[in-house]
């Protein structure tokens, strides 16, 4: 069974026609898609973190703390009463970062059909103006001649 193209055939393929429609270097196409791609990764974690994710962090510290003081775990004494400034004050922190990095996680694979699609419009665009203008000022620097397309 032979594998015309390999693996990654389909997507070259759609780089190599982005590429010929819009007149942007392949390279530069490439490197443009890889840049928004992790952009597009960036982006919603940081907007989650500081939205809605504060809030349920609250909520689950204040849900360990009643835990905690029913059953005598994550550092409480059993049937302690706790109040909110000793709750603060307490190393339950690093839950609450980790059930953050967890949902951040799980958005940014969910939203990947999205990610890539938005990576793939805007590469273009971006190759133009922001790639190829550093990629040529690189070459001019180091006294060498731009290859033309």
């Known amino acids: 069974m032979s594998n015309s193209g390999g693996r ?5 393929n759609a780089f190599i026609a982005v590429s ?5 270097p ?8 890889a840049i928004l791609h992790e952009l597009t990764a960036i ?9 809605r994710l504060r809030s349920w962090v609250d909520e689950g510290e204040q849900w360990a703390c009643r835990v905690g003081r029913r059953y005598g775990i994550f550092g409480f004494e059993k049937g302690k009463v706790v109040d909110q400034t000793q709750t603060s004050e307490l190393p339950g ?3 609450g970062d980790v059930a953050n990095a967890v ?12 990610r890539i699609g938005l990576s793939l419009y805007l590469s273009p665009m971006f190759s133009q103006t922001i790639v190829e203008p550093i990629r040529l000022g690189g070459l001019r620097l180091l006294g060498r001649r731009p290859k033309s397309m």
């Open 26 to 33: 392949l390279p530069s196409l490439i490197i443009s898609f």
């Open 43 to 51: 982006v919603p974690i940081w907007y989650w973190l500081n939205t």
């Open 8 to 12: 990654f055939a389909p997507y070259r």
């Open 93 to 95: 922190k690093l839950a």
């Open 103 to 114: 949902l951040a996680y799980g958005t940014v694979k969910a939203l990947l059909p999205v």
């Open 20 to 24: 010929g429609r819009t007149g942007t």
